[in-house]
């Protein structure tokens, strides 16, 4: 018999909780014909209406109360503490999520080993979602598949069943609404098994509690934050990948207008071309500062550097480790072309033909300085990551026992 908990959060919701509990109280008799054995959890949190009264009339219930508001993912994370159940599992007071497609969910968990399964809104059942959230959870979902590297359909569901087993790798998680964008996040960075099981979605019972915008910005950094953590240089760098790639636009079009003839540029393609130059410094800073961030946090964590901006290692030696010569063939490129320039200006050309050189070859020596400053600082923190392990080496090393001392009085011993 599997045991689960199943958490309900409540703030305010005197008009809607009976419903929610009577429905979830009924799918209880299905889930012990599959060998679970249920409770219901009720957080009422900080409530000012007369939730927590008509929780109380319900005998199979355990109600839990909070003295003050603290958030949706306080409820949540309050229920769980107080379950020792082997899975735990939520869902949303406001009638929105079918409790009778926790049966469902529950066999995906056993069935696939699963260690979070996700009641998706978003996986063609029937929804009456409105047009404005379908299009956030859509670009929130975007978002961390892309960070991710993995196809994700439902960010923000608040229907899941967990692993209560693998709390500790998904916490610490958010107070308010982004806990369940953070939850997503935190679990596909640990490698977890993730299922998303396509549920119904209904109107909410009262007035929805979401704001579009201030709770839209809460969970895309709550996705992005959540992943600095695990993989900076993938986000880090696609910044760094958008940047450099305008710089080369610009580039591309400074060449055209030079193989057409034109060679007196107007002020707004100077300004382009002072803006590439700041782009291209300004990426290789971002790539350089993700890269050295994912060396932290393998030290942190104490795990083998992720490397890869697309998921997967695209040179045979991870890129960083060329930054040492590729800074000082930088710095070298770029103080050649300032002194060609110095020596142009000694010759008789003009600050007009000059500034162009000067602006490249300076912008090469601050990238390389840059670069040559990231390949230390690396080397650095690869040598601290691995200086755990070399000691564990060397102490677990069993020498071959030396022999007597030879007449020549030498020792020998293992290699």
């Not at 978003?122 to 892309?146: E, H, Q, V, Y």
């Not at 209560?164 to 640990?190: C, K, V």
């Not at 953590?229 to 305008?246: C, D, E, S």
Request: aromatic share 8%; glycine share 10%.
């Amino acid at each position: 018999m599997h045991t689960l908990t199943i958490v309900i959060p409540a703030y305010n919701e005197e008009n809607g909780i009976a419903q929610i509990i009577e429905r979830v109280l009924a799918v209880c008799p299905a889930l012990a014909r599959d060998g679970w054995a249920a409770e219901l959890v009720v957080v009422d949190d900080g409530s000012r209406d007369g939730t927590a009264a008509v929780v109380g009339r319900y005998p199979d219930v355990r109600l839990i109360r909070h003295s003050r508001n603290r958030g949706y993912g306080a409820a949540i994370k309050t229920g769980f503490r107080s379950s020792e159940s082997e899975y735990v599992a939520f869902l949303d007071a406001d009638g929105t999520y079918p409790p009778e497609s926790f049966p469902d969910l529950c066999r995906e968990a056993l069935a696939r080993r699963a260690d979070v399964v996700v009641g998706s809104r978003m996986s063609g059942a029937r929804s009456d979602m409105p047009l404005t959230r379908r299009i956030g959870n859509t670009a929130f979902a975007a978002l961390l598949s892309l960070i991710g590297n993995v196809s994700v359909r439902d960010t923000a569901s608040g229907q899941r069943v967990v692993r209560r087993a693998i709390l500790p790798r998904l916490y610490p998680l958010p107070d308010g609404l982004q806990f369940t964008p953070a939850m997503s996040t935190r679990a596909i960075h640990e490698n977890l098994v993730i299922i998303e099981t396509p549920i119904a979605y209904a109107e909410r019972v009262g007035r929805s509690k979401l704001s579009a915008v201030r709770d839209g910005v809460r969970f895309t950094r709550a996705i992005v934050w959540t992943a600095l953590a695990y993989n900076p240089v993938r986000i880090l760098g696609m910044g760094a990948v958008a940047a450099i790639a305008v710089a080369l636009l610009i580039g591309a079009y400074m060449l055209a207008l030079r193989l057409s003839g034109v060679t007196a540029l107007t002020a707004w393609q100077v300004f382009l071309v002072f803006g590439a130059a700041l782009l291209i410094v300004a990426g290789i800073s971002l790539f350089s500062l993700g890269a050295m961030f994912n060396y932290l946090v393998a030290l942190f964590h104490r795990q083998p550097v992720r490397q890869g901006l697309f998921g997967k290692p695209i040179f045979a030696t991870p890129l960083d480790h060329h930054f040492g010569w590729l800074g000082l063939l930088s710095i070298g490129i770029g103080t050649l072309v300032g002194a060609g320039a110095f020596i142009a200006s000694l010759g008789g050309w003009e600050m007009e033909r000059l500034w162009f050189y000067l602006l490249f070859g300076a912008s090469l020596v601050i990238v390389g300085i840059q670069l040559a400053i990231a390949w230390v600082v690396m080397r650095v923190l690869e040598e601290l990551a691995q200086r755990e392990s070399e000691a564990q080496r060397d102490l677990s090393d069993n020498p071959i026992t030396a022999p007597a001392p030879s007449p020549q009085g030498r020792l020998h011993v293992g290699n």
